[in-house]
Structures are given as C-alpha cells and as structure tokens.
C-alpha cells in the first residue's frame, strides 16, 4: 500500500464514523477531507521524490511550498473559525514567509498547538519521508516519533502473538510511524512512578482512556484494540472528542492535538 492509499484508508474510515457518530461528525467529515488532499499532496510528492530524492532537511522545503495552497484554501472554506481565518491569513503571505513557516515548524520552533496547518501540510511530506526511509532532519525528544522527532498524536494497546497482554504504542502526528513503548511512562517528560501517572475512562467510550502525567499535566489519549482492531487510531480518536474536552477542562494538556484540533 502506497502512502496515498493510506490516506485513501484514514478517509473512507472517517466518512464511516461520521455517518455512526452525529455528534462528531462536522470534525469527522473536515478529518475525511483533510486525509483525502493530503493524499493527494502524498501523491504530488512521491512523484517529486522519484524525480530528484529528498534530503530530509529543512532544504527540502521550496521544493514543496507551491503544494500549500489547496490546503490554505480547503482549511479557509472548511475548518472551523479560528483555523479558517489563520489560514486566510496564511494565504496572502509572500513566498519566502510561506516557506519560513514551514521551516520553523520543521526545525521544531513551533509545535501543533501553535501551527496546526504547518503540520497538516508536512505530514504528508514527512510520512513519503518516513515511508522512503529517510530520516528527517529535525530535533529528537525521548519519547518523541524515532523517525521524525515529533510528538505522538495518539497511543492503542494491541494484542501480540506470542505474549500475555497487550502491547502500547505510539502513533506520531507527523510522520504517521508506529513504535512500541513502554506501557508506564510519560512520553512527554519520561516519567515512570506509577502513582503518578493516573488514567481517565468514561462510560461512553469504553474503548478509550486519556493517560496523563501528574508531573508534566501532559497527556495522551489511548485505543484499546485488543477487542476490535478496526479502528485506525488517529480517526478514532475524533469520536471521543468529548473526552479531551473534559481533560481539558480539568487542566491537563493533550501532548500533541489531534485533526480536530484539539
Ligand atoms: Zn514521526
Ligand atoms: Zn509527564
């Protein structure tokens, strides 16, 4: 499966749960959108790769910029009013500011939370990269993505074969790369006191667990897909969106936002 149809896949799983899911199905559709053009700029991109490779680098960035138009315009049209007027603002920059934000956000001087559409932009970069097998020259944080730095979007438990009990991974939001972690510890800040890292579930998603940290207030949300490994972790996320709102509520900040936003 090429990384085109892996957006393929995030999209028809999004438009599944927004017809199942009312409630969340305005976040639903612009994710199903949003997965659907970064599929196409996937596309656009592997075809610049086989042309000339890519370095990996914040170099590699002019090579890219012209794609982020259709973005700027979809998020302007379709996302909700805070990020369709920073992307309104974003598409009257000049190109030289165009390319610089991208290269602060690649270069980690800002993050999801403050860059949202940096980061819808160059994940579809970052993840033709991954995919190629290039190491993406960004900085590294313990607990951060191995292939690209960034922090995961999203944790799920699966079942292994050949083991008792399930396994937890992280999913990064940049890159898309799946690794394995250690099931107590804090992904933002490392820390392993049990007693310190409490977990949060509700009634309504009983697949699904918000993992925070008392030392650093950051957390991450987990999928549980020891009982129906259907789910695509960072498509499911957006329908237990109820649940951040309640995190954050209560003061903890997610770790890295997820397609809503949040
Ligand atoms: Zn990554
Ligand atoms: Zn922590």
């Known amino acids: 499966m090429n990384v085109s149809d892996q957006f393929e896949k995030r999209t028809a799983r999004a438009e599944l749960l927004a017809a199942s899911a009312p409630a969340v199905a305005e976040p ?14 996937a596309a656009a991109i592997s075809a610049r790769h086989a042309d000339a490779p890519f370095s990996g680098g914040a170099a590699d960035l002019p090579r890219i910029a012209d794609l982020l138009p259709p973005l700027l315009s979809f998020a302007a049209a379709d996302g909700p009013p805070e990020l369709a007027e920073a992307a309104e603002t ?14 602060v956000y690649w270069e980690g001087g800002r993050d999801a939370l403050e ?3 940096s ?8 993840e033709v990269l991954a995919r190629a097998g290039i190491a993406a020259d960004r900085p590294r944080h313990e607990g951060h993505c191995p292939a690209c ?14 083991s008792n009990g399930a396994a937890r991974y992280l999913v990064c939001g ?10 107590i510890r804090c992904p933002s800040c490392q820390e392993e006191d049990p007693t310190k890292l409490p977990s949060f579930q509700s009634d309504v998603h009983k697949n699904v667990r918000i993992e925070a940290c008392e030392t650093c207030r950051r957390y991450v949300k987990s ?10 972790p960072e498509v499911d996320d957006l329908v237990s969106l109820a649940m951040d709102l309640w995190a954050i509520e209560e003061g903890w900040t997610r770790l890295e936002p997820g397609w809503a936003g949040i």
């Open 174 to 183: 940049l890159c898309g790369t799946e690794w394995a972690f250690n099931r």
């Open 90 to 103: 974003r598409a009257s920059d000049d190109p030289t500011t165009a390319a610089t934000r991208l290269r």
């Open 223 to 232: 999928l549980d897909l020891t009982l129906d490994a259907r789910p695509l």
């Open 149 to 162: 730095g960034s922090a995961p979007i999203v944790s799920f438990r699966k079942e292994l074969p050949d």
């Open 115 to 117: 860059d949202y559409l």
């Open 28 to 41: 639903l559709v612009f994710a199903a959108k949003l997965f659907r053009l970064q599929g196409r700029l």
């Open 119 to 126: 980061r819808a932009f160059l994940r579809p970069f970052a």
